[in-house]
């Protein structure tokens, strides 16, 4: 009769509900919780990582030539949230089958044992009571983890998207920076090449060096590497974009790893050529000019000083020549290195390259082509030696061919040494028609003692037209966008006693084709006034040049 008062089923809904009451209280009581706070915690361990050199596996060492950290956005980042996403599972997953599922439920549980302590119960029914609560200790454990599995997916993706909208931020910086940097050149002109003989070459962006350890950095530019400053291996923050201060950096040439002058990347460059034959007197106009811009600078907002120490010391040895000698020694060597200048009027500067190259170097096409630095050119300083074009030899007279003679006339005439390099120059730099040329006639001071030619006056341009050279002066009129005339005496503009009013005329041409390139400095030549010459007190050439030239 017992027997029929017990109800199995009646049984198995007791037992079953007692077991999902005792889950769900597990489960919302302390199952959950827990789970979730251990994996929260895992992922945050995970995710902080250990700075590099304090061994933490995580990190992925940067093997690439740059001696540089990646930044944290480009790679680390996501390192750290995918080993963090799989602590957090792995530790979900331990608790549930390791800890509740084995330990608790399994080792004590079912044993009679307290589940947090392992203690066994001290009678029978305690016993009983121990391993009822298994089944509902089981559930609340898989309870617990599913749902903490679904909590924790939530959070993972939110914290993707939160990691994804740092990713993208970091890109916007890395494109604003290098957007503002484009346009800032390209509002400025300015386009960097390198001044040095074999290379000449143009390049984006300098090799800059760490001031801290000496590292060449050739990607110091807001990219992967960083948005607005990279750490270089030895723990110093560079900055990468002009605007924050990359300019203070020492940079060299990447392609032939030779130093280039702070103000290569800051500042427009204009490359000045001087054109001419042997014994032209390039080299001495070139003293001439440049003691010519020092004069304007005196008298005017004009301001000059030389870009590098290399620049100031060639000029002072330059500068001792002529004093020692009263002449240029003959140009040497292959192809020329840029003297290189700043000159500024007002907020504008320009950083200028002048190049003397040898006489030689332009007498044909062959070697013009190997002069790689008139692809660049912004303008010609074409140096003009009348007294070796035939056709004002066979003008002069007895007495004045001794004295041309005495001038040291050059190899070739201003019309064979101009055939020889205009072709070359519009295959190199396919630009000729757009450029100016500055015609400059030498030797004004020998030219001004023949009795059988015309006095050299304004304008010289119908002056070389009166002498025979008409066609030296269509063809430049043809040739090029622009064309003016000068006639100066380098002499008379350098060494001892040198005239103040001939070193500012030896310096007019290269103001104006500065000034073709948006340096206001036009006006400077405009308005001098051809005042009898005099000795400039002020200027002696035995002292040393300062920077301020």
Not at 101 to 128: I, K, P, S, W, Y
Not at 192 to 207: Q, S, W
Not at 310 to 331: I, S
Not at 458 to 481: C, K, N, Y
């Amino acid at each position: 009769m017992g027997a029929d008062f017990v109800d199995p089923e009646l049984i198995a809904r007791i037992l079953g509900t007692l077991t999902g009451v005792i889950a769900v209280a597990v489960c919302l009581g302390y199952g959950l919780w827990r789970f979730l706070a251990l994996a929260l915690s895992a992922a945050w361990a995970a995710f902080r990582t250990v700075p590099a050199g304090g061994g933490d596996r995580g990190i992925v060492p940067y093997t690439g030539p740059e001696p540089v950290r990646p930044a944290y956005w480009a790679g680390q980042m996501w390192l750290d949230a995918l080993f963090a996403g799989q602590a957090a599972a792995l530790t979900v997953w331990f608790l549930l089958t390791r800890h509740w599922l084995g330990q608790v439920v399994r080792h004590r549980l079912l044993r009679g044992r307290n589940g947090q302590t392992g203690e066994l119960a001290d009678h029978g029914f305690g016993r009983l009571l121990l391993r009822l609560l298994a089944p509902g200790t089981a559930l609340a454990a898989v309870l617990s983890a599913l749902i903490a599995s679904v909590l924790l997916t939530g959070v993972a993706l939110f914290f993707a998207v939160q990691l994804a909208l740092v990713a993208l931020a970091a890109l916007a910086a890395v494109l604003a920076g290098r957007s503002a940097e484009q346009l800032w050149k390209l509002a400025r002109g300015i386009r960097m090449k390198c001044p040095y003989p074999g290379c000449y070459r143009p390049f984006p962006l300098a090799v800059h060096l760490c001031p801290g350890c000496g590292a060449a950095h050739r990607e110091l530019r807001p990219g992967g590497f960083g948005a607005w400053r990279h750490v270089c291996r030895c723990g110093r923050g560079l900055p990468s974009t002009l605007m924050t201060g990359r300019r203070r950096l020492a940079a060299r040439c990447p392609h032939c790893d030779r130093s280039l002058p702070p103000a290569v990347g800051t500042t427009r460059v204009v490359h000045l050529p001087l054109i001419g034959g042997t014994s032209a007197g390039k080299t001495m106009l070139l003293a001439a000019m440049l003691d010519g811009l020092r004069s304007w600078s005196h008298q005017s907002r004009l301001t000059v000083e030389y870009a590098s120490p290399d620049d100031l010391g060639e000029a002072n040895t330059l500068g001792r020549q002529l004093n020692r000698t009263g002449w240029a020694l003959k140009t040497q060597g292959g192809q020329p290195r840029a003297l290189m200048l700043l000159v500024g009027y007002g907020r504008r500067r320009r950083l200028l390259y002048l190049y003397d190259p040898m006489g030689e170097s332009l007498r044909d096409a062959d070697t013009t082509r190997g002069q790689g630095y008139l692809a660049h050119a912004d303008g010609v300083l074409l140096v003009t030696d009348v007294l070796a074009a035939p056709v004002v030899r066979r003008a002069l007279h007895a007495g004045d061919t001794e004295r041309a003679e005495a001038a040291r006339p050059a190899e070739l005439g201003p019309v064979e040494t101009y055939a020889g390099f205009t072709g070359e120059l519009q295959g190199l730099g396919g630009r000729r028609a757009r450029l100016p040329v500055a015609t400059v006639v030498t030797k004004r001071d020998a030219l001004d003692q023949l009795d059988s030619l015309p006095r050299p006056t304004e304008p010289v341009g119908a002056w070389l037209t009166e002498i025979g050279l008409d066609e030296l002066v269509r063809a430049l009129g043809h040739d090029f966008a622009a064309a003016r005339y000068w006639v100066v005496s380098a002499r008379a503009a350098t060494g001892a006693g040198a005239l103040d009013t001939e070193q500012r005329r030896a310096a007019e041409p290269v103001l104006w084709l500065l000034s073709r390139t948006g340096l206001r400095v036009g006006r400077l030549g405009e308005s001098r006034q051809d005042l009898p010459g005099r000795a400039d007190p002020q200027l002696s050439h035995t002292e040393e040049r300062s920077n301020t030239p």
